[in-house]
């Protein structure tokens, strides 16, 4: 099986150029974005074991798309690897990221989604 391997970064972009990177912490779990021009990436989501299946996840991806939104943020890429990989693409694709491809992490194979804002 063949998987299309998808951007995160473009050609010449370096993590030093990054124009800005927020963590935001809840009680019961943290996201952590960043944002190279009109591009953001969201890198971490966590959500505490006992905090599970409660919307936390949901509620700080909302936080996260709504604050990359306000600094004009046009698209949004993601790649997570998780060990609860089912409910961060469940997310994902309630909040209407599309899958645009796959990329080795850590010799695991993860799906990359990206939101195009408007």
Do not use: C
Not at 16 to 30: M, Q
Not at 55 to 67: D, F, S, V
Not at 77 to 83: D, V
């Amino acid at each position: 099986m063949r998987f299309k391997k998808a951007k995160t970064r473009f050609k010449g972009e370096k993590i030093k150029a990054i124009d800005e990177t927020r963590r935001i912490f809840k009680k019961r779990g943290d996201i952590n974005y960043w944002i190279k021009g009109n591009i953001g990436h969201i890198d971490y989501l966590r959500v505490k074991m006992l905090s599970r299946n409660k919307g936390i996840g949901k509620q700080l991806t909302e936080q996260a798309i709504n604050e990359m939104k306000k600094k004009g943020v046009k698209k949004i890429r993601t790649y997570i690897y998780s060990l609860n990989q089912e409910a961060v693409e469940k997310i994902l694709e309630q909040k209407g990221f599309k899958k645009i491809g796959y990329k080795n992490v850590f010799g695991t194979i993860v799906p990359v989604y990206e939101l195009r804002l408007r």
